[in-house]
């Protein structure tokens, strides 16, 4: 079981990896008088809480596009998963 769902884990990684260089802000031009300029800042943390079957997938798919943003993670398993002890 391992051998299929870690690749799919570093899919997962992979594809927001490939979006972290694509987050662009925008410009406006000076209707009144002012340039508008929109940038895209981190949040923060982020808290995710994963289920008890499929952790691992649940981890992936909460703390990759975090990274993606600039974000840090927090993540709480379920202590009724195996691997979440």
């Known amino acids: 079981m391992t051998k299929r769902d870690i690749p799919m884990v570093a899919g ?13 802000g925008d410009s406006f031009r000076a209707d009144d008088g002012f340039y508008k300029f929109v940038s895209h800042e981190p949040l923060s943390v982020c808290a995710g809480v994963t289920a008890w079957n499929g952790s691992l997938h649940f981890l992936a798919w909460k703390v990759a596009p975090a990274l993606a943003c600039g974000n840090t993670s927090i993540i709480k398993p379920s202590e009724k998963s195996l691997l979440g002890t």
């Open 12 to 24: 997962v990684f992979r594809y927001y990896a490939g979006w972290g260089d694509k987050i662009k």
